[in-house]
Structures are given as structure tokens and as C-alpha cells.
């Protein structure tokens, strides 16, 4: 524990040894000390709390049963992948077209092999992180076009736009990896931009990363450029990066997809095979419908992976949302989908994968109350119900079109609140606290006595961006709202950020390799 | 079902009889068609969803341990209160001064004639709702000195506005009751005003109401009144109010809230026994040792209630927040307070006793994301709790000094969402979809197949206030922010509102008791 502090590269008070003599350090460590700084990153979250289940014994056995009808008589089409096909027929699946239809129990029989539990390795290992078991890992934000920044604006989002966010997310102390795509880079050509992505999170974040899935070639150069930082037999042999690969629901998966797949499982990199769900479209309307089609979905999926490389780490991921029956828009945080989140992890569970779903989903253009009721609604659920994977964790606006650094700031501090939660409850003499009982006794209070003295910096989560303040101070400081705060919060650790190390041969190298790929191409936008 | 939905007086398709022939009402009904009104009124709660608990037999039974030494060993004081003093010396206690000290096990040998179920009953019997088992109730906001006004006005409320929360609470259709005092009447003499508050609810709204609990004559008042309207035997022999009686933490009842609760409990009135805990202030700063007082509170309060009449309904209650050790100012929807209400809802369930915790509780002053994040924060621990009975389930705003009606609005959305969540999984033939799956099948959508249009209308909650729209509409919309929505739908819901019926002998009854009551004592402003 005092290891990752040490080296949470952050401006609080662990952090200072990367920054001695320089300017800008200096006032980054003053501004820290003085609050404005994020504090010591947290590891991943161990969840002391139980898993809260909606489905019974009885209903979780009629959904598998349902997939394995679906599996089984409608099937899964594998499209334009031959080897796909090819590699189902020897399987033993029954092979019709570009339709695969699965023998009851093959898919659960190959994922025997998956792990239920795996590190996913950081360049510095102190922020490693658990996958699977009671571990809870927050990502930011994965996919937006736009942004909205600083100044109020909605925009494309540009490489500089990317950056900030992998500094942010860094920073952020309940944040535990560093992501994927926290937003596109309009501004770099279609074929190119996973380079410069990949590299900003290596050069500007040394949590663990996600890799590129837009074609195969790309997940190979993520592969590549893994290796010069982790080494070739490293990458072989552990996840070094956890990779998104949609299912097309309903019931198909497409070339791009299987393709990055098959990269990422032959370098033993985990997969996360997530349903893309927006019930009412891509689902049936019914929550139990919805986590029937997932399940056959990922049975699919996921065996798959371990066709390409026995053992090969695969997660059970699960995107759920509603589309309004009138308009058709996605609607985020609303009761349906909480079910679809419960009950999806109950069946993760019983398949022993890890489990993926939620974050901070909304369907809001700004970070109001609407925001934060439908992220609170699907965090939350996303906690509580033991999800082991938490893509979109921070920063997810306007059905995920958006990324906020408001929304982000607040989605972090509200990371932090759920990562005390997970702590449960401290049952220990000091937790019982019957000393400052008895000093207290009837009628006075406990501001005073020597078990609060003892525990008050601890004991209670320290919003960085709630006012509770009277009135009247509120008044008196401008009446901020809480995006206010958070948008003069992001510009001081935008400010205060500081570059974790990066060894100078492999910074070369990567750079190097970016080049050669760069040149080897032209430019592509679309 | 179909009865409550008729009987809802609200200007939903269902209420149309109260308002035949009147140009309002029917004026109304065109606008509650076209998308303005609140809809049919829900009966409460019903919860087919598992109840979430973070600790487990070996904590409980500590903290039930801890809280036995306290009242064997501190002893809880009854202050100013011979009468209490003397029953509990009657009942076995050793009480030394003030100090009540009670053998092990005599407090919950009393509470065994307490009910662990009973109807809190309306005027309207379509309205009665159940207290305990797998019931929840949602009751508005109580308490606040100030509004935050449709104008944007911070300032004191008036029974104007004590009237209009009355009417949205009967309006609104997730909220199960009238609630007690929605707002304090400043404009009214402090040793009248709980007449006209009482008036409010029985005239405004037919959903059951709170009593007053400022002084027993009060308390008195409002059984007199509710005699009025519920016949003088029906009121010893059935709960028609329900009672907020808090302890003084910690380990004090003072001679207010004791003479309001004998006065309740005589009448076989409904006491809701609640220790108002800001922990680090009136606990400790544990959630363990915060649970251990207010376990020991309930037990001496509520048990005190079958000392004055044997099986009067009693609640535990827990209003946990905990203060900043910063600025000493209370904070809201935070891990700590989470975690108090998950263990006092079980605690309250081995006790056999209904529970209250929770509401929309913030500590921001306007309905922005903060004001969001910790109302939705303490609402889904409060139904995931299994809570019987929640108070402030909306229009909190400000740590409990301002009732918003734009909060309000916003709130009532949310409880609708809580109430979809609670009846959990649909696991029918029709909720299974397998039809559905079929007839679709791989890479097609679920938009217009027969099993989504059979379904359409019901399969999703459907948020009044959130936008989901494009960004573009939105933007050509005005680009509001939810809380300007919530303050345009809670203008055309009081101008929608139409009174429910009320017997003219009843309220002539009424209006003469408090004429009578008024003259009979002059006004006092403190």
C-alpha cells in the first residue's frame, strides 16, 4: 500500500520525489498540500460488502436454459471469418452458413479454461490490478466523438483532448486504469490515431491500458508497442492490456470485432465481450429476455476465445440501456437496465468469468441533476452488484457522444465515495467505538472526545466537490453549482499534473516505432 | 388495483369523475391527455427485490451485544418526565435521577406486542397503505423553515406553500402519502399552525398524514381532528396517523417528543422512533459504533410506547447523516450514512419492527448534480435497504432547511423509478421473450416486433423530466437544464390540481374545531 502511494507520480504528499528541483513541481507540491491536489491514488477496490442478487436459483436456471436454446436453435452468426467458422466446425458446432449453431454445453465446456481471476499488469506494477474475484477496477470514459470542455464548448475531441484525459484519470485516486479511447481524436487520421493513443497512455499514465480494437493491424500495433515497454515474452505470457470486443446484437459478431479478438487472445490479452445492448432495439424489450440473448451472446463469444488460446482471459462484459419508446433515444440509469446489470453479474458469476458492465451512464447534454441521478442509479447498481470491470467510470455525457472534464471530476469524486463504501464496515474495538460511548454519555457530544480526535481524518469520505457549507458562505463564494467546482478543480490538476517516469530507450523506441508505422501509410479518414 | 387508480382524484385518465361539467377540470383533462398531468396514482410498494445487507450474523450480533451494555450499563435518560420515570421503574428498570437503566432483555421483551405489520389507514380507504413487511411508503420532505420558490426565491415558507406540497405529494403518483409538515408555516402562529397543517392534508390530498409532535396538546389537537374525520372509534382501534418521535441523540428523550409519543401511543397512533444522528456529533464517528446507539435509542424509545399501551404500532427509525470534521456541517449521501441505514434495517428486522430511514437528502442549495448524486445516493440504499417507510423521499433540499419544489418534481421522478425497480423481474412467459428471439433473430432489431409492440407501453419507466432527445433538439428546445423542466411541470401540475372530495359535514366539523381552538389561545410567534 505505502508502495503505490509512493509511486502514484501524483502531486500529493506521496509524490513529491519525481519533481525535486523543478519549478513547477514546487508549486505543485505548495498548491497540493494546500488542497487543490488529488491526493495519493488508491489500488484497486477489494470488496469487503456482499454482491446484492435480484434473480433466484429457480430464474437463473430458466435464463441459462433460454441461451442454451437460443445457442442451440437459433445460433450465432460469425460473419466474414472464415476461420471462425472453421475453427466452430471442428469444435463440434454445427456449422450453417455464416450461422453457428452450438451442442448443448459446448461453450460452457470451453470456458473451463478461462481464468476467473488474472492481473492485468500496469508498467509499474504497483498499479497492477486485480480482474475477477471481489476486485473492482474503474476506467474513464471509452468511445465519445465530442467533448465538452473547459470553456463550455461542445466539440470534436482532439489528441490534446485525449491527453487530458489519460492526465486526469491518473490523477484521479479511485481510477484504476487508465483506459482506452477516453475520447476520439478527430484530429488525427482514422488509420493512425490508435498510435498516438496508445502512446499517450504509456507516456502520460502508468496505470494499466486498453487496447485498440478498430482492425486487427491495430491490435497488432497495440501488441507491438506493448512489447517494447513490457518485453515479448512478458506480453505472452500475462495481460498487459484488456481490450472492448462488442457482440453486433442481436446474436452476431462482426469481422472487425472477431478480428481484434483473435489478435488479442493469441497474445494471451483479455478479452471483454460486451453485448452492446440498448433494449427495445438490439433486445427484447423484458429484462429477462435481455439477459437471455446476453448470456447466448457471451457464451458465444467468450468460448471463442479459447478456440484461439486455451486459457486466454476473457471477461463477461454487459452494456445496458433502454431506448425511449417514443423517441427512440438510449435512456441511461432507468429500473430496466439496473435489473439487466444485477442479474447479468449473477450469471458472470456462475460461468466464473469476471464481469464487466455500467459506469457512469447518462443521457444528459450537461452535468445536471439529470446526469448525476442516472450516473448515481447505474454506479451504484455497477458496486453493488460485484462488477469487476467498470468501463466509462468518469467523464460519459449525453449517451456517451460526450466526454465532460466537468462531468469526469464530479464521476471521480463520486468513485472515491463507492471505493469507501466497498470498505464495509470496520467491526474492529475502534470501529465499536463502546470507549467513546461511555465518555460521552447521555446528553453531551462527540465532537471533543479522544476516540473522534483519533479517528476524524479517516473516518468520514471527504467529498472534494460537495458544498456543505450555510447559505450564506455559499452566497458569499458566487453561489457556485457543483460544475462550477469541478471545472476550476480540473484546471488545477490539469495544472499540478506531473509525468510518471518513462525509461528514455523505451520512450525512443515507442516513438520510433510510431514513426515507421505513421510513414508506412497515408493518411486515412474514414 | 383498478380501484385505487379510479379513486386517485388525480387528473390522470382515472379521476375524471370528480370533475365532470367543470371548465377546469375538463380543461385539466385535456392537459393531463396531452402529457402534462402526473398519471394514475400507484398503490405503495409492494417489493418482489431482495433486501441488501452489509453485515452479517457475527456483526449483528455484536452490535445487538454492545447496545444491551449500553442500556444495562449508561442507561438512556427521559428527562422532565416523572410520569416516564415511574412507568419505567413499574416496568423493572433501575432509574437513578433521569437515568433509565434497563436489565438485559426487558426492551425487547416489550416490544414483542408491537406489530411487525399494520395498515396506516387514509381517508380515502383506496389509499391506506401497509407499514412493514415488504411494503415501502414514500412520504415528501418535512420540516424545512424556508422554500426555494418557482421564482428562484430562497425565502421563509408560508401555508401557501405548505398547501401547494400537499397537492403535489397527492399528485404526485410514487408518493403513498401526504407526509407531515412539508414545509413550516412561518406565516402562521407557531401554537396554531399545526391546525391548518393538519386541515391541509385531510382537505388537499386523501393519501394518510403525519400528526403534529411539537407539544402534546398538539398531538391532541390532531387526534381530535382526525376523529372528525375517521369516526372517535376507529381512531383507538386503527393507526391514522403515523408519528415522528426523535431521540434527543445521544441517549436522550426529552419531555417534548415524550409527551407527544404518549399522546400517539394512547391512541393507539403510530410512533416513529428516530435517533437524528449526524455522526462524529450525536454518535461516534464509526458506522459500528453509530449503529450501537441507535439501536440502544429504539429499544428504550420504542419499547417505551408498549409501556404506555400495549401493541401500538412503532417504527425504528434512523435519520443517519455525518457532520464535515472540516466545517462541522452535516453531509449527505455519503459512504458512512449508507452503510448505518443497510445495518439499522437489519437490525430493525430482527427486531420484528418496521423500518424508516433514508429520503432524497442533500446538503447542496440548488437541485444541481450534487443535490442528485447524494439524494440518488441515499435513495437507492434506501430501497435496496427494504425501508418500510420513507420520509423526505422528496423535495429535500439544503440539509433539510429548504423544501424545493423543483427538487420535488425531480424526486417524484425518481421514486417512480424506484417503484418500477422494486417489482423486479418479470420471469413470465411474456418476460422470458423467447418468441421474441425467434422471430427476430440474428442481426436484425426488436423495434417492431410483435412481442415490443404487445409490450411497448409499459416495458420501460419513462422519466417525465429527463431529456433524451438529440443534443440538436435539445439545443433548439432551449437547452434547459432538468431543474427548469421540473419548475415548468410543477407550474402545470398545481394548475392542473383538483381537490379530492370531501364530505361538506366533515370539513364545516373541521373548520369549527379549529376556530374553536384558535380562539382559545392567543397567538405566539416562538
Redesign the interface.
Known amino acids: 500500500m505505502d508502495d503505490i502511494n509512493e509511486q502514484t507520480g501524483s502531486t500529493g504528499e506521496g509524490g513529491g520525489r519525481r519533481s525535486r528541483g523543478e519549478g513547477r513541481g514546487a508549486a505543485a507540491r505548495r498548491a497540493s498540500r494546500a488542497g487543490g491536489g488529488p491526493g495519493p491514488s488508491l489500488p484497486y477496490i477489494q470488496r469487503k460488502?456482499?454482491v446484492?442478487?435480484?434473480?433466484d436459483e429457480?430464474?437463473l436456471q430458466?435464463?441459462e436454459r433460454?441461451a442454451d436454446?437460443?445457442l442451440e436453435?437459433?445460433?450465432?452468426?460469425f460473419r466474414e471469418d472464415a476461420e471462425a467458422l472453421q475453427l466452430w466446425k471442428e469444435a463440434g458446432a454445427d456449422v450453417k452458413g455464416e450461422?453457428v449453431h452450438f451442442p448443448k454445453g459446448l461453450c460452457r465446456e470451453l470456458l473451463k479454461s478461462a481464468p476467473s481471476v488474472f492481473t492485468w499488469h500496469a508498467r509499474n506494477p504497483a498499479r497492477n490490478v486485480q480482474i475477477g474475484g471481489n476486485a473492482t477496477v474503474f476506467a474513464p470514459v471509452y468511445g465519445p466523438p465530442f467533448v465538452r470542455d473547459l470553456e463550455g464548448n461542445?466539440r470534436y475531441a482532439t489528441i490534446e483532448d485525449f491527453r487530458n484525459f489519460v492526465k486526469l484519470a491518473y490523477m484521479a485516486p479511485s481510477i484504476h486504469s487508465s483506459g482506452g479511447t477516453v475520447c476520439e481524436p478527430v484530429d488525427v487520421p482514422v488509420n493512425k490515431r490508435h498510435l498516438d493513443m496508445v502512446y499517450s497512455h504509456i507516456k502520460y499514465s502508468d496505470k494499466p491500458f486498453m487496447g485498440s480494437v478498430t482492425a486487427p493491424e491495430r491490435a497488432e500495433d497495440t501488441i507491438a508497442m506493448a512489447k517494447l515497454v513490457f518485453g515479448d515474452d512478458f506480453v505472452e505470457n500475462n495481460c498487459v492490456t484488456l481490450n472492448l470486443i462488442n457482440a453486433?446484437s442481436?446474436?452476431?459478431f462482426d469481422e472487425t470485432m472477431v478480428g481484434a479478438l483473435k489478435v488479442y487472445a493469441r497474445h494471451n490479452q483479455a478479452c471483454v465481450l460486451s453485448p452492446f445492448i440498448l433494449?427495445?432495439?438490439?433486445?427484447?424489450?423484458?429484462?429477462?429476455?435481455?439477459?437471455?440473448?446476453i448470456l447466448a451472446e457471451v457464451l458465444a463469444g467468450a468460448s471463442f476465445t479459447q478456440l484461439i488460446r486455451k486459457g486466454a482471459p476473457v471477461l463477461f462484459g454487459t452494456f445496458a440501456a433502454?431506448?425511449?419508446?417514443?423517441?427512440?433515444?438510449?435512456?441511461f440509469?432507468?429500473?430496466?437496465p439496473?435489473?439487466v446489470s444485477y442479474?447479468a453479474a449473477q450469471l458472470a458469476r456462475r460461468l466464473g468469468l469476471p464481469f464487466r458492465t455500467g459506469g457512469s451512464l447518462c443521457?444528459?447534454?450537461?452535468?445536471?441533476?439529470?446526469?448525476?441521478?442516472?450516473?448515481?442509479?447505474t454506479l451504484?447498481?455497477t458496486l453493488?452488484a460485484g462488477t469487476n470491470f467498470v468501463l466509462h467510470a468518469a467523464g460519459w455525457l449525453?449517451?456517451g457522444?460526450v466526454s465532460s472534464y466537468e462531468k469526469f471530476m464530479?464521476d471521480q469524486d463520486?468513485l472515491g465515495?463507492?471505493q469507501?463504501?466497498a470498505?464495509?464496515?470496520?467491526?474492529s474495538e475502534?470501529?465499536?467505538?463502546?470507549d467513546?460511548?461511555?465518555e460521552?454519555?447521555?446528553?453531551?457530544?462527540?465532537?471533543g472526545c479522544s476516540?473522534?480526535q483519533a479517528?476524524?481524518?479517516t473516518?468520514?469520505?471527504?467529498?472534494v466537490?460537495?458544498?456543505?457549507?450555510?447559505?450564506e458562505q455559499?452566497e458569499i463564494e458566487g453561489?457556485k453549482?457543483?460544475?462550477e467546482r469541478a471545472n476550476a478543480l480540473c484546471r488545477t490538476w490539469l495544472d499540478l499534473y506531473e509525468a510518471p517516469e518513462l525509461d528514455p530507450a523505451i520512450d525512443d523506441a515507442l516513438l520510433a516505432y510510431i514513426k515507421m508505422r505513421k510513414d508506412s501509410m497515408p493518411d486515412a479518414f474514414t
Chains 1, 2 share one sequence.
Open positions: 460488502i456482499p446484492y442478487e435480484v434473480l429457480e430464474g430458466l435464463i433460454n436454446t437460443i436453435e437459433i445460433g450465432i452468426e450461422r461542445r453486433n442481436p446474436m452476431v433494449s427495445g432495439a438490439m433486445s427484447p424489450v423484458t429484462v429477462a429476455g435481455t439477459l437471455t440473448q433502454s431506448i425511449s419508446m417514443q423517441s427512440g433515444a438510449p435512456t440509469g432507468t429500473p430496466e439496473t435489473l442479474g443521457g444528459s447534454k450537461v452535468p445536471d441533476a439529470q446526469a448525476a441521478h442516472e450516473t448515481s442509479n451504484n447498481t453493488l449525453e449517451g457522444l464530479i463520486q465515495m463507492l469507501k463504501l470498505a464495509g464496515v470496520d467491526l475502534n470501529g465499536q467505538a463502546m467513546a460511548i461511555r460521552v454519555g447521555p446528553g453531551s457530544h462527540y465532537l476516540h473522534t479517528n476524524f481524518q473516518a468520514f469520505y471527504r467529498s466537490l460537495s458544498d456543505n457549507n450555510s447559505f455559499w453561489q453549482r457543483m460544475e
